[in-house]
T-cell receptor
Framework: KNQVEQSPQSLIILEGKNCTLQ??????????LRWYKQDTGRGPVSLTI?????NTKSNGRYTATLDADTKQSSLHITASQLSDSASYIC????????????FGAGTRLFVKA | NAGVTQTPKFQVLKTGQSMTLQCAQD?????MYWYRQDPGMGLRLIYY???????DKGEVPNGYNVSRLNKREFSLRLESAAPSQTSVYFC????????????FGQGTRLTVV
């Protein structure tokens, strides 16, 4: 069964600290993996997208890694800011004929002053 | 450049009532999607339109219908609303299905009482 599991469900960190969010997937055959940021009351916004051959992708203070062999990805946030408080969603797409994209339930990040 | 615009932003319906959620994108994207987001769960695909003139069922299509009116517009209709359809609905668009970044609207928060 195609699944995307994220951990932790929620996380509280102090402003300025780093954190790492995890994503494990069983989606097959793999096409790409994306991380989205969703602010409260808003739609998700793409942070990074990685294909099978990419193992690291950065977007400012956000760095995503991908290990296609173990089917794991992480999103590392450096020097967190209050504006990083949001849900972070891991999304995996399959190469299967037709459209198949699986969303994780997300990690809710709270950054405190 | 407005991106993806959804209307309305909020709606309360009584059980059995019908309504149409509207979505328009101005990015000349081929593919459009309707998702629902429920607490503790990942976004689930209701219907999608890979290209103008085509529509296909997603993971949770029961109780919904869609119309791809033209390349810009993709509407979602609830014919007889049920409390189980209380959710936040997101419209999204992308250049093509699955492999490219999806851009999301702001969401419609629907409550069925």
């Amino acid at each position: 069964k195609n699944q995307v599991e994220q951990s932790p469900q929620s996380l509280i960190i102090l402003e300025g600290k780093n954190c790492t969010l995890q994503c494990n997937y069983t989606v097959s055959p793999f096409s790409n993996l994306r991380w989205y940021k969703q602010d409260t009351g808003r739609g998700p916004v793409s942070l990074t997208i990685m294909t099978f051959s990419e193992n690291t992708k950065s977007n400012g203070r956000y760095t995503a890694t991908l290990d296609a062999d173990t089917k794991q990805s992480s999103l590392h946030i450096t020097a967190s800011q209050l504006s990083d408080s949001a849900s972070y969603i891991c999304v995996v797409s399959a190469l299967a004929g037709g459209f198949k994209t699986i969303f994780g339930a997300g990690t809710r990040l709270f950054v405190k002053a | 450049n407005a991106g993806v615009t959804q209307t309305p932003k909020f709606q309360v319906l009584k059980t059995g009532q019908s309504m149409t959620l509207q979505c328009a994108q101005d990015m000349n994207h081929n593919s459009m999607y309707w998702y629902r987001q429920d607490p503790g769960m990942g976004l689930r695909l209701i219907y999608y339109s890979a290209s103008e003139g085509t529509t296909d069922k997603g993971e949770v299509p029961n109780g919904y219908n869609v119309s791809r009116l033209n390349k810009r517009e993709f509407s979602l209709r609830l014919e007889s609303a049920a409390p189980s359809q209380t959710s936040v609905y997101f419209c999204a668009s992308s250049e093509g299905p699955g492999r490219t970044e999806a851009f999301f609207g702001q969401g419609t928060r629907l409550t069925v009482v």
